[in-house]
C-alpha cells in the first residue's frame, strides 16, 4: 500500500518559516515608516545637544572670542549640519556659522532676540527646542535656543527638509531591499526545509514498509545529528525484527511438522489398533 500524506512537513515548515520572515519584514517596515522619521528628529536633538556641550567647552567660561574659539565654531557648524549664532548681553553678534547670507544672519538675530525666557525659564535647563515653519522659504527648521555657561545667548537651526527627504529614500530602499529578501529567503527556506525534512521523510517512509513487514528498506545516515541517531535505531530495530519474525516462522515451521508428525503417528496408532479388533 502507498504511504501517503495529507499535509507534508516540508510545506508546514516552510509556511513557518516564510510567515516569520514575512512577518519580520513587515514589522520593519510599519516601523520604518511610522517611526524613522521620530528617530531622526531625536537624534538630530542629540546631535544639537553635543553641538551645544562643544560650544560651552570652546568659549571654557570665558566671553573672549579667539582665532582659535572661531575655528572650533565653525567646525562644530560643519561637523553637526547646524546654523550657530552667538549674541552677548547687549545684543550683538559675537560670531555665527554656517550662515549663508547678511539677511539669514540678520533673520536669526531677530529670533534670538525675541527668545522666550519663560520658556526657558519652565524648561529648568539652560536650552529648549522648536519646531518652526518658514512660510515664505516653504521650509521647515528644527532650533535650540538657550544660554551658554558665560550667558552668552545662542541659536542653533537645521533644516528638516533633508530629513523628509532620508526618510522617503529610507522607505522606498527598505521596500526594494525587502522585496528583493523575500526572494531570496523564501529560496533559501525552501532548500533548507527540504535539507532537513527529506531524512524525516525517508524514515516515514521506511516506518511505512516495517509496518508491512518489509525489512529490506534502510535509513542511509550521511550526518551525525538526532534525525541520523533515530536512522541508525530504526536500521537496527529493522533487523531485529526481521530476525526475530524469522525465527518465529522457522519455530512456527517446526512446530507445524511436529503437530503433523504426532497425527500421523496417532493416526497409524489408530488403524493398527482396529485391525486387531477385527481380527
Do not use: W
Not at 554656517?98 to 539652560?126: A, C, F, P, Y
Not at 518465529?248 to 497425527?263: C, F, P, S
Amino acid at each position: 500500500r502507498r504511504f501517503e500524506l495529507k499535509k507534508s512537513i516540508t510545506i508546514q515548515f516552510s509556511f513557518i518559516f516564510i510567515s516569520i520572515l514575512a512577518g519580520t519584514i513587515l514589522l520593519c517596515l510599519t516601523a520604518n515608516v511610522f517611526f524613522l522619521k521620530d528617530f531622526y528628529m531625536a537624534t538630530l536633538r542629540s546631535s544639537f545637544i553635543d553641538a551645544y556641550n562643544d560650544v560651552n567647552n570652546s568659549f571654557a567660561d570665558t566671553k573672549y572670542v579667539s582665532e582659535l574659539t572661531l575655528y572650533e565654531i565653525a567646525e562644530i557648524s560643519r561637523r553637526y549640519d547646524v546654523e550657530i549664532l552667538i549674541v552677548d548681553s547687549a545684543a550683538t553678534v559675537v560670531l555665527s556659522a554656517g550662515m549663508e547670507s547678511e539677511d539669514e544672519r540678520e533673520q536669526l538675530l531677530n529670533v534670538i532676540l525675541s527668545q522666550n525666557d519663560t520658556l526657558l525659564s519652565n524648561t529648568k535647563s539652560k536650552y529648549y527646542f522648536l519646531h518652526t515653519q518658514d512660510v515664505r522659504a516653504n521650509q521647515s527648521y528644527m532650533e535650540m535656543l538657550g544660554v551658554l555657561d558665560n550667558d552668552y545667548r545662542f541659536y542653533f537651526r537645521a533644516p528638516l527638509e533633508n530629513i523628509e527627504n532620508h526618510v522617503a529614500v529610507a522607505n522606498r530602499f527598505l521596500i526594494q531591499v525587502s522585496g528583493v529578501a523575500i526572494i531570496i529567503g523564501v529560496l533559501v527556506i525552501v532548500y533548507m526545509t527540504r535539507r532537513v525534512t527529506t531524512p524525516i521523510k525517508q524514515l516515514a517512509h521506511i516506518s511505512n514498509r516495517m509496518a508491512n513487514l518489509d525489512f529490506s528498506a534502510h535509513y542511509e545516515s550521511s550526518g551525525d545529528n538526532e534525525v541520523d541517531m533515530l536512522g541508525r535505531h530504526m536500521n537496527v530495530m529493522s533487523n531485529k525484527l526481521e530476525n526475530t519474525i524469522s525465527k518465529l516462522k522457522t519455530a512456527n515451521v517446526e512446530l507445524q511438522k511436529d503437530i503433523e508428525r504426532k497425527n500421523y503417528g496417532l493416526f497409524i496408532t489408530t488403524s493398527t489398533t482396529s485391525r486387531n479388533r477385527i481380527l
